[in-house]
């Protein structure tokens, strides 16, 4: 991995949400642009090109944590405003509002999406999980527990997105390398700069979940 | 006042009580402590000003200027008002606009949508004028003029110690370069972001902000009301570094507009605002020319600068040379250059880092021109007082012993003794960088404990948590002097009503509130003592505090447990405790070394960063595990300044062209180093109680400079320029290759 993230990042920028919507103008929108995590496989327009269907708001049905939820959205809500402002499920940060920082990483159906570049519309039916259904009756998820232990954080606004990320990597990759690890956390930005301990905390949390540390 | 001089003492300050010994063998203070807050973090359960939701909530914007510099002819809200869902609006700015961002009105609407929608139907007629957006353009001939007062080239600062024409008189070389830092931008993770509250004619305000007491003192002079009767609060910030240490406009719009409805408004700024309108740190171009013996000895300086903060003074930048270096002969001249951007904001370090990055890249390129090693030409210009071995002597200095560690961990014996001796393309080099920075905290500062008869102990400080582990320091001193634990503490911070502590900001927070709770801490156990030594029958200096009791020194097996010696205060009763004065007739201030490895490719112009050693004396360290985060932080910033960081400016349209975080590039872990923090752990017992400095700047201060001079150190040539992008690197070694030629 001798390219730097920033070359990944303008390669994979081409999909972006502003982009998109301008393209097929005001309203009508229907069409995912769930855009990959930098460093993982992007899940573009290419595999999910279903026309759009014009609609003032459409009844959908996700599942959040394990929670059923039925709502009403909008064509222009995201996941992200769905998450934030009508379930209250603040721990997934809103940053940059445009899939460049990882802020709003959440897993959808498992896989790695800045919620800010997922339209609500399209989530009619999956699995979303997000940093509050991580913990299992009080116990914290072995990646949140290796962020405290390490201090992988600072401030803590990137947090969930980071942990977010760390989680994905190690559901598909129980045994990353340092360089796997790099790649899976390379779409999150964290300004305080505490790489080193978050890359640390997700590498001893792959430890402790292989049964080398309780 | 500068931003240096925040850690003043207050009028009021005491002296520290006499008869106190010397803190030691702690249990907590200086251990490895994670935080007591972490569970809240990692699960989300932090609530960040961003998060907060109140009911009858509206959502404010603000409209802003999409100029760099015009008039506001007409205004009319009534369209924006007329909109189903829009509350309130106001017009915050009449007449000249001064920079692209500046607020102008805002709206109240029950969604962000219907507010922004709301924003487009507010009409307003500007006459656009001639601006000015980069340090050269203010100076050229027929600038237009940006303040209404006054050039646009301002004197800053200046400075005379000694005679400087004798001083280059006597000088065997007379050596001048200069450097170049760029406008960097806070880019905080949680933009800035209020949410104001009125109930009757008091008010309270959510704000994300590094400075609690600082934001409802403003607030109350911009709203014209007793500061009695404002409330500010912060539970949980995403980063400030400087750009969250006062009141905002959108604070004020959103109390005004909460006023206006009768209902709560929250603003919220959206990254593209927060690139443009809350500051960044400004330019500084900076040269020095000094006069040197060919041992080494300094014989004269000379140091001009000029700073672009755009509408703000900029930074001056000479402390570091003020002090640093044995010089007799100094001259120093700052000026301020005007433009038309959004006055800079204090940034990690203000002045400090830029005028480092030209210091210690002078220092490091003079040693090469004098055949010397760069640590040895630091080290023959040592100083123990300030001003230059001039004044006041170091109350300690521990910076010798970061060089020891910092060079040896780095393996600085191993570098390339000439500047660009590597062959080949990809070439490696050492460099290091010195620090220093106030950090001695703020005598005055307030903090009490509470301790309630059924044991329980809550600990209330006005200060701030930015990040940097406040309440986990807080606890720790609480339950090390109480014979707790840490968990046995609550604390309770971030509020107006909670007593005065300083900004977070200065590296003031844990050299100000760490001593006051230490101090509220032994006025508690102290009564504790009597009372339990009254109970077991034995005198108050024979009881022995640890492990949740009180017991008989003499006889162990004897004891009261915390909860039944606090049963005998029979009420809830509080401690106040005061940050005490530091001895006279000394200067307090933090020291650091770093030392960086890079690799350069000489035919990409690409830099890799590949090890950091940061050594810093910050007094006692109170928490080992979150300080050596906040130097993985500095360093790491430093690095992405180095590099990556510009807030660039479009000179024709006066705009910024990459006002997000896909085109402000920050670094990111895959440009992480392995940083290797390192403290030399020289406790002063005459700054306070604890003998703790600040640690907040300190690791920014020479963390881009270190990776220009490895920089130096591997291709012969110093960029004099950050961030050192790839085609600043070729342009250098192109002309390096020229002069050879």
Redesign the interface.
């Known amino acids: 991995?001798e390219s730097?993230?920033?070359n990944n990042?303008k390669r994979k920028?081409t999909y972006t949400r502003r982009a998109f919507l301008k393209g097929v103008g005001g309203g009508a929108i229907g069409a995912t642009v769930a855009t990959g995590l930098l460093g993982s496989a992007p899940l573009g327009p290419g595999q999910d090109s279903a026309e759009p269907a014009v609609f003032e708001s459409k009844p959908i049905t996700l599942t959040v944590n394990g929670k059923l939820q039925r709502l009403t959205v909008k064509p222009?809500e995201t996941l992200l405003h769905v998450l934030?402002?009508r379930l209250?499920?603040?721990?997934?940060?809103?940053?940059?509002?445009?899939g460049?920082?990882g802020?709003c990483t959440v897993l959808l159906d498992g896989k790695p999406v800045y919620a800010c570049m997922v339209l609500a519309a399209r989530t009619d039916g999956r699995q979303v999980r997000?940093?509050?259904g991580?913990?299992v009756e009080g116990k914290?998820h072995p990646v949140?527990?290796a962020?405290?232990?390490k201090?992988a954080?600072?401030?803590?606004?990137?947090?969930?997105g980071f942990?977010m990320s760390g989680v994905a990597l190690l559901e598909g990759n129980p045994s990353p390398g340092d360089e796997e690890i790099?790649a899976a956390?390379?779409g999150?930005?964290?300004?305080?700069?505490?790489?080193?301990?978050?890359?640390e905390a997700v590498a001893a949390a792959s430890e402790r979940m292989r049964g080398g540390l309780k | 006042m500068r931003y240096k001089e925040l850690g003043q003492a207050l009028p009021g300050a005491k002296p520290a009580p006499a008869g106190r010994p010397p803190a030691q063998n702690f249990k907590y203070i200086g251990a490895y402590l994670?935080?007591v807050d972490?569970?809240l973090?990692?699960?989300?359960?932090?609530?960040?000003t961003?998060?907060l939701?109140l009911e009858h909530m509206l959502y404010g914007k603000i409209l802003r200027s999409p100029h760099a510099c015009a008039e506001v002819v007409a205004l009319d809200l009534a369209p924006a008002l007329a909109l189903p869902g829009v509350k309130a609006g106001l017009r915050l700015k009449e007449g000249r606009l001064n920079y692209l961002g500046e607020p102008v009105a805002a709206v109240a609407a029950v969604?962000e949508?219907t507010a922004e929608e709301a924003l487009e139907l507010i009409k307003v007629e500007y006459k656009e004028l001639p601006f000015v957006v980069s340090e050269e353009a203010a100076q050229a001939e027929g600038a237009p003029q940006v303040l209404a007062e006054g050039p646009n080239v301002q004197k800053l600062n200046e400075l005379t110690r000694g005679d400087v024409d004798k001083g280059f008189g006597e000088a065997e070389l007379i050596f001048e370069r200069t450097y170049r830092t760029s406008w960097e931008v806070h880019?905080?993770?949680?933009?800035h972001a209020s949410l104001a509250h009125w109930e009757g004619d008091s008010l309270t305000v959510w704000d994300s902000t590094q400075a609690v007491h600082s934001v409802r003192d403003g607030l109350a002079r911009a709203l014209k009301m007793p500061a009695a009767k404002v409330r500010v609060i912060k539970k949980?910030?995403?980063?400030g570094?400087g750009s969250k240490l006062g009141v905002n406009d959108h604070t004020v719009a959103a109390a005004l507009l909460a006023g206006q409805a009768r209902r709560p408004v929250k603003i919220?700024l959206?990254?593209k605002e927060n690139s443009y309108c809350v500051g960044y740190r400004p330019s500084n171009r900076v040269t020095i020319k000094a006069g040197v013996k060919k041992d080494g000895t300094l014989t004269a300086v000379h140091f001009k600068n000029f700073t672009c903060g755009g509408l703000g003074r900029g930074d001056d930048c000479a402390d570091p040379l003020v002090d640093l270096y044995r010089c007799l002969n100094l001259k120093v001249e700052e000026y301020s250059v005007f433009a038309h951007a959004c006055p800079n904001r204090p940034t990690r370090a203000p002045g400090h880092t830029q005028g480092t990055f030209a210091l210690e890249g002078f220092m490091e390129e003079l040693a090469a021109e004098l055949g010397m090693d760069p640590l040895e030409l630091r080290l023959r210009n040592y100083t123990t007082k300030n001003q230059g071995d001039t004044g006041t002597p170091y109350s300690t200095k521990g910076l010798e012993q970061c060089y020891k560690l910092g060079a040896e961990k780095i393996g600085w014996q191993g570098r390339h003794k000439r500047p660009g001796q590597a062959a080949g393309r990809m070439k490696r080099g050492l460099g290091m960088a010195s620090q220093i920075w106030p950090g001695a905290g703020v005598p005055g500062t307030l903090a009490d404990l509470y301790v309630y008869p059924d044991g329980s102990v809550e600990v209330q400080c006005g200060t701030q948590d930015?990040?940097?582990?406040t309440r986990t320091f807080m606890a720790a001193i609480a339950a090390e002097t109480l014979g707790l634990e840490p968990k046995d503490i609550t604390v309770k911070i971030g509020d107006s009503d909670y007593p005065w502590a300083p900004v977070s900001g200065g590296s003031l927070t844990a050299p100000s509130v760490g001593p006051a709770v230490r101090d509220a801490a032994l006025k508690a156990v102290e009564q504790l003592k009597q009372l339990a030594g009254k109970k077991l029958g034995i005198p108050a200096d024979q009881v022995a505090v640890a492990d949740r009791k009180f017991a008989n020194a003499q006889n162990p097996s004897q004891s009261l447990t915390f909860a039944e010696a606090a049963r005998e205060l029979r009420r809830e009763t509080v401690f106040h405790g005061e940050r005490a004065l530091w001895a006279p007739g000394f200067d307090y201030q933090t020291f650091g070394a770093q030392f960086a490895e890079v690799e350069v490719d000489t035919e990409t112009g690409?830099i890799r960063v590949l090890r950091v050693v940061a050594a810093h004396d910050v007094g006692r360290v109170l928490n080992r595990?979150?300080a050596?985060?906040?130097v993985?932080?500095?360093?790491?910033?430093g690095l992405?300044a180095a590099l990556?960081e510009q807030k660039t400016m479009d000179r024709s349209l006066g705009r910024m062209v990459n006002a997000?975080?896909?085109d402000y590039?920050?670094?990111?872990?895959?440009?992480?180093p392995?940083?290797i923090p390192l403290f030399a752990d020289v406790v002063d017992e005459r700054l306070n109680i604890l003998g703790n400095k600040g640690l907040g700047e300190p690791p920014r201060i020479p963390s881009s400079a270190v990776i220009a001079n490895a920089v130096f150190n591997a291709i012969g040539v110093h960029i004099g320029e950050i961030p050192m992008t790839p085609d600043r690197v070729l342009e250098a070694l192109k002309k390096k290759r020229e002069v050879r030629s």
């Open positions: 991995m730097g993230s920033h990042k920028k222009r934030r402002e209250r499920l603040t721990g997934t940060k809103r940053t940059c509002d445009r460049e920082c802020g997000t940093v509050e991580l913990a914290l949140q527990q962020f405290i232990d201090d954080f600072q401030c803590g606004f990137c947090t969930p942990i790099k956390l390379s999150n930005l964290c300004r305080c700069g505490n790489y080193q301990k978050i890359h | 994670p935080r972490g569970e973090i990692v699960t989300g359960a932090a609530a960040y961003h998060d939701h969604d949508a880019q905080t993770a949680e933009t949980y910030m995403g980063g570094f919220v959206t990254r930015i990040g940097c582990g690409r595990l979150t050596e985060s906040q993985l932080g500095g360093v790491l910033q992405s990556f997000n975080l896909h590039k920050v670094a990111t872990i895959q440009d992480c392995e940083i």
